[in-house]
């Protein structure tokens, strides 16, 4: 069966279109061009090549062959899609501001109550006679361990205010610790009492009481550790309020003055005994006189003596007990001559 004529010349047409393209590729290495103008073969498209190029074009294949570095053809590369792209996660922002600390978790575990206060300082009465009275027993109930011991001193006291408040106040001082007491009894002196201490050491007791018998009804069969106060203010405000000097505030030498006194800390019957008293420097003869005492107040009857400075300046009053002194500055004029003094002549 013979070839057309045709046909061998379709053939030797595309072999030299081959042999240009060998040639082309071979002087630039970069590739062939895009679009190579091929002819017309039958079954071909009769309009003309692919879009955007001339008529009998084909459009060459992309990716093109590799080349390699002598210039030769190299085996053809297959075409990659490209990896999709993502885009970066943009990152987290922080919350404004510091973060907040994690509190700690409850444990579940109750609180223990605070412990009620405790008596404050008297100040601590000198107890110059060292017998049983209020006051000094105030100041040894002050150390909480000592409750049961001073409780057993008060078992036979008087009946009276002070020393009732500190019956309850040593039953109550055992009970909220744990080591025995008789809250029943500390509640029948609190009711009982209420009202009627004149003392600055008894009304301070009273106070100490309630607040036990209050941590009492708050928390029932609750314990607390009492502990002495060692700051803050006194039981009692020791001093000289005034004293009797008539009206133009001058008194005469062997004169009577009445000075009085208020926050008395410890047993009156201390200061006639161990006391003095001195107006303008000069101690006044004799032991303190108590004229009259209502609660902590003391009253004292002061014999005005002759003084050899001059008169008509004001005099300072004190009262000594022990350590402590009470003192009324300017507290009268005293009138009369002064003391002569000798001339020089006769000296």
């Known amino acids: 069966m013979g070839v057309s004529l045709g046909t061998r010349i379709t053939g030797l047409c595309l072999a030299g279109t081959l042999a240009v393209i060998a040639a082309s590729c071979a002087g630039d290495p970069s590739g062939p061009p895009p679009y190579v103008a091929l002819p017309s073969v039958p079954g071909g498209a009769a309009d003309g090549g692919p879009a955007g190029g001339p008529p009998g ?3 060459a294949p992309r990716p093109v062959p590799s080349w390699r570095a002598d210039g030769a053809p190299g085996p053809v590369a297959t075409p990659r899609p490209p990896a999709p792209t993502r885009a970066p996660a943009s990152p987290r922002r922080a919350p404004a501001g510091p973060s907040p600390a994690a509190s700690p978790a409850p444990s ?21 006679d060292a017998l049983p009275d209020p006051q000094s027993a105030y100041d040894r109930l002050r150390s909480p361990e000592r409750c049961g011991e001073v ?28 080591r025995g007491g008789d809250w029943e ?15 600055c050491k008894g009304r301070a007791a009273y106070a100490v009481l ?14 607390a550790r009492l502990a002495a106060p060692s700051g803050g203010g006194t039981a009692c405000a020791y001093g000289i309020t005034g004293a009797d000097a008539g009206e133009d505030g001058t008194v005469r ?3 009577t003055v009445r000075v009085h006194l208020r926050g008395a800390y410890f047993d009156p019957a201390e200061l006639p005994r161990d006391g003095g008293v001195s107006v303008g420097g000069v101690p ?5 006189v108590v004229a009259a005492r209502s609660g902590d107040r003391l009253t004292l009857a002061v014999l005005v003596p002759a003084l050899p400075a001059d ?19 300017g507290a009268f004029r005293i009138a009369g001559v002064a003391s002569p003094q000798p001339s020089p002549a006769a000296s």
């Open 108 to 128: 579940g575990e109750p609180r223990p109550p605070t412990a009620p206060a405790w008596l404050p300082p008297g100040p601590v009465s000198p107890d110059t």
């Open 210 to 223: 309630d607040g036990l018998l209050r941590f009492h009804r708050r928390h029932p069969g609750a314990t």
């Open 284 to 288: 006044v003869p004799g032991p303190p």
């Open 57 to 59: 074009t084909v459009a």
């Open 253 to 255: 030498p062997g004169e």
């Open 151 to 178: 409780r057993d001193t008060l078992a036979n006291t008087p009946p009276t205010g002070e020393w009732r408040v500190l019956r309850g106040l040593a039953e109550g001082c055992l009970a909220v610790q744990g």
């Open 185 to 199: 009894a500390a509640a029948r002196e609190h009711a009982a009492l209420a009202g009627r201490l004149d003392t």
């Open 311 to 329: 008169p008509a300046a004001p005099v300072d009053v004190r009262v000594r007990l022990g350590a402590a002194e009470a003192v009324l500055e």
